[in-house]
C-alpha cells in the first residue's frame, strides 16, 4: 500500500494529505467530523449485513414444524 522507502513520518503525511482531501472533497468542516462520518456508515453498513442475515434465518425458522419437533424432543432421552 505504501511506496518502498517510505518512512513513518511520510506515510503519516501522506495519510493526512489524503484524509484532508477526502474532507474537502465530502465538505466536512474537519477530519474528525469525516472520520465520525465513516465509521458510522461502517457501522450502518454492518448492521444491514446482520438484519439481512438475521431475517434470513427467521425464514428458515418459520418452515420448521413446531409440533413436529415438540414431539420428537419428547422422545429424547434427555
Known amino acids: 500500500m505504501t511506496a518502498e522507502g517510505m518512512t513513518s513520518v511520510s ?3 501522506e495519510t493526512r494529505r489524503k484524509l484532508n482531501q477526502m474532507r474537502s472533497m465530502m465538505e466536512f468542516k474537519n477530519i474528525d467530523l469525516l472520520l465520525e462520518h465513516l465509521l458510522m456508515e461502517k457501522r450502518l453498513s454492518r448492521l444491514s449485513t446482520e438484519s439481512k442475515q438475521l431475517q434470513d ?8 414444524d413446531v409440533n413436529s419437533l415438540i414431539s420428537k424432543l419428547e422422545l429424547s432421552p434427555f
Open 11 to 13: 506515510v503519516s503525511l
Open 57 to 64: 434465518n427467521l425464514e428458515q425458522i418459520k418452515e420448521i
